[in-house]
């Protein structure tokens, strides 16, 4: 399976680690609503079809992207930055003595 990093372009899918589903929505940091931390921690769907799901290009720029990937036939139909356009910059090295 070949998934696309919008910055080093197509990779195989062993460059890649699962990082979760995208649409679960993650309660306040402050919510003391046991049920709710316990959905969140442990009920996970099981979708057939078209899934949201968030990778990390573990073996390339390290960089998360969201991927709408089709569970039944591994289907890659889109792939896009977590965060917009921004670019993580932690793999890119200076030149020694070059100005930040």
Known sequence: MLLTCPYCGPRDVS?????????????????????????????????????????????????????LRNTVTHVVSSSAPVRGNTHHRATERRKPGAKA
């Open 15 to 67: 460059e890649f680690t699962y990082q979760g589903d995208g649409n679960r929505q993650r309660p306040a940091p402050s919510s003391q609503d046991l049920q709710a931390w316990n959905e969140y921690v442990y009920d996970r769907q099981n979708p057939a079809g078209d899934h949201n799901e968030i990778w990390q290009h573990s073996g390339g720029c390290r960089s998360h992207i969201r991927v």
